[in-house]
């Protein structure tokens, strides 16, 4: 069963998808899908910072979604770093309700195939066109 998801949404994902897209090379150090965020704040410069994050994790780092309400805090909860947040949501239910979907996209088992931001970017355009219903 396809997921059904807005254009806002789709729209979303693929603002993400090229975000990921034009990181540089040295973000695969820095990129693991089963963790939101670990190790720090992602605004450090690349290569001089041990954090890692998923590609909803670094979807809080791409200006255009930040404009949108999408956004990380490190401070929240001490515990676990990297706290997404959207519209009086958090954690997987914040990704979701933004980006329409977190199954098949976000989610930490993804982490066994995709290493990349480009894996995941190639990933989310072919979730897109196979696996989602645009609506609206």
Not at 19 to 39: E, I
Not at 58 to 81: I, T, V
Not at 110 to 131: C, D, F, M, S, V
Request: aromatic share 12%; net charge positive; proline share 2%.
């Amino acid at each position: 069963m396809k997921t059904t998801i807005t254009q806002i949404q789709a729209d979303r994902i693929r603002i993400l998808a090229d975000f990921l897209d034009k990181l540089p090379s040295t973000a695969r150090d820095h990129f693991n899908m089963s963790t939101f965020g670990s190790g720090g704040l992602l605004k450090r410069k690349l290569g001089h910072c041990g954090t890692v994050a998923c590609a909803a994790g670094w979807g809080a780092e791409c200006p255009a979604l930040r404009k949108q309400g999408y956004k990380r805090d490190d401070s929240f909860d001490r515990r676990n770093n990297g706290v997404l947040f959207f519209d009086g949501t958090r954690y997987d239910r914040a990704v979701s309700t933004f980006f329409g979907a977190y199954d098949g996209l976000f989610d930490c088992t993804l982490g066994e195939k995709i290493k990349t931001p480009k894996q995941w970017a190639k990933h989310a355009r072919r979730w897109l066109a196979k696996e989602c219903v645009v609506q609206g």
